[in-house]
Protein backbone atom coordinates (compact mmCIF):
# COMPACT_ATOMS: atom_id res chain seq x y z
CA UNK A 1 0.00 0.00 0.00
CA UNK A 2 1.32 3.97 -0.62
CA UNK A 3 1.84 5.85 1.81
CA UNK A 4 2.82 9.52 1.93
CA UNK A 5 4.99 10.71 4.91
CA UNK A 6 5.03 15.12 5.81
CA UNK A 7 7.57 16.40 7.94
CA UNK A 8 8.56 19.78 8.71
CA UNK A 9 5.75 21.60 10.48
CA UNK A 10 6.25 23.92 13.13
CA UNK A 11 5.82 27.10 14.69
CA UNK A 12 7.36 29.65 12.71
CA UNK A 13 6.89 33.88 13.27
CA UNK A 14 5.07 35.92 10.69
CA UNK A 15 7.30 36.78 7.95
CA UNK A 16 9.78 33.24 8.28
CA UNK A 17 9.63 30.49 6.18
CA UNK A 18 9.82 27.14 5.87
CA UNK A 19 10.15 23.83 4.24
CA UNK A 20 7.57 21.28 4.15
CA UNK A 21 9.11 17.51 2.91
CA UNK A 22 6.75 14.62 1.52
CA UNK A 23 8.49 10.89 1.31
CA UNK A 24 6.20 8.55 -0.46
CA UNK A 25 6.77 5.03 -0.19
CA UNK A 26 7.28 4.30 -3.77
CA UNK A 27 9.20 6.56 -6.95
CA UNK A 28 7.70 10.21 -7.82
CA UNK A 29 7.68 9.17 -10.78
CA UNK A 30 4.92 6.82 -10.44
CA UNK A 31 2.24 9.64 -9.43
CA UNK A 32 0.96 11.51 -12.22
CA UNK A 33 0.22 14.40 -9.68
CA UNK A 34 1.45 15.39 -6.42
CA UNK A 35 0.15 18.16 -4.12
CA UNK A 36 0.59 20.17 -1.05
CA UNK A 37 -3.31 20.34 0.37
CA UNK A 38 -4.21 22.33 3.99
CA UNK A 39 -7.11 22.87 6.22
CA UNK A 40 -7.35 25.44 8.84
CA UNK A 41 -9.46 24.69 11.69
CA UNK A 42 -13.10 25.39 10.51
CA UNK A 43 -12.75 25.35 7.55
CA UNK A 44 -12.56 23.06 4.25
CA UNK A 45 -9.49 21.51 2.83
CA UNK A 46 -7.90 23.67 -0.01
CA UNK A 47 -5.28 23.19 -2.52
CA UNK A 48 -2.17 24.78 -1.49
CA UNK A 49 0.28 23.75 -4.77
CA UNK A 50 0.18 21.03 -6.73
CA UNK A 51 2.88 19.10 -9.73
CA UNK A 52 2.25 17.28 -12.45
CA UNK A 53 4.96 14.34 -14.16
CA UNK A 54 5.91 16.94 -16.27
CA UNK A 55 6.35 19.40 -13.76
CA UNK A 56 3.58 22.02 -14.67
CA UNK A 57 3.15 23.73 -11.31
CA UNK A 58 -0.23 25.52 -9.90
CA UNK A 59 -0.53 27.35 -6.86
CA UNK A 60 -3.62 28.89 -4.97
CA UNK A 61 -3.92 32.73 -5.30
CA UNK A 62 -3.33 32.66 -1.41
CA UNK A 63 -0.13 31.63 -1.65
CA UNK A 64 1.11 32.37 -5.35
CA UNK A 65 4.47 34.28 -5.21
CA UNK A 66 5.21 33.11 -1.60
CA UNK A 67 5.49 29.73 -2.61
CA UNK A 68 7.44 26.89 -4.32
CA UNK A 69 6.69 23.31 -4.85
CA UNK A 70 9.46 20.56 -6.31
CA UNK A 71 10.55 17.90 -6.22
CA UNK A 72 14.15 15.86 -5.79
CA UNK A 73 14.07 12.68 -7.91
CA UNK A 74 17.53 11.94 -6.25
CA UNK A 75 15.99 11.63 -2.94
CA UNK A 76 12.55 10.77 -3.97
CA UNK A 77 10.94 13.88 -2.08
CA UNK A 78 8.64 16.55 -2.99
CA UNK A 79 8.47 19.77 -0.89
CA UNK A 80 7.07 23.30 -0.47
CA UNK A 81 9.06 26.04 0.24
CA UNK A 82 6.89 29.29 1.75
CA UNK A 83 8.04 32.78 2.79
CA UNK A 84 6.73 35.45 3.85
CA UNK A 85 4.17 33.51 6.32
CA UNK A 86 1.24 34.66 7.44
CA UNK A 87 -1.27 33.98 10.39
CA UNK A 88 -3.84 32.81 7.72
CA UNK A 89 -1.31 30.26 6.79
CA UNK A 90 -1.81 28.22 10.15
CA UNK A 91 -2.90 25.08 9.16
CA UNK A 92 -2.69 21.47 8.42
CA UNK A 93 -0.57 20.56 5.81
CA UNK A 94 -1.29 17.51 3.92
CA UNK A 95 0.58 16.04 0.84
CA UNK A 96 -0.74 14.08 -1.56
CA UNK A 97 0.17 11.12 -4.35
CA UNK A 98 -2.69 10.68 -6.57
CA UNK A 99 -5.44 8.99 -4.18
CA UNK A 100 -2.71 8.85 -1.51
CA UNK A 101 -2.77 11.26 1.30
CA UNK A 102 -0.90 11.79 4.39
CA UNK A 103 -1.44 12.13 7.82
CA UNK A 104 -0.11 15.79 7.95
CA UNK A 105 1.53 18.33 9.34
CA UNK A 106 0.86 21.07 11.64
CA UNK A 107 2.15 25.00 10.39
CA UNK A 108 1.28 27.23 13.06
CA UNK A 109 2.50 30.80 12.03
CA UNK A 110 2.45 33.06 14.95
CA UNK A 111 4.46 35.39 17.22
Known amino acids: QVQVVESGGGLVQPGGSLRLSCAPS????????MGWYRQAPGKERELVAS???????NYADSVAGRATIYRDAVKNMLYLEMNSLKPEDTAVYYC?????WGQGTQVTVSS
Open 51 to 57: ISTLGRR
Open 96 to 100: QADKT
Open 26 to 33: RSLSSFKD
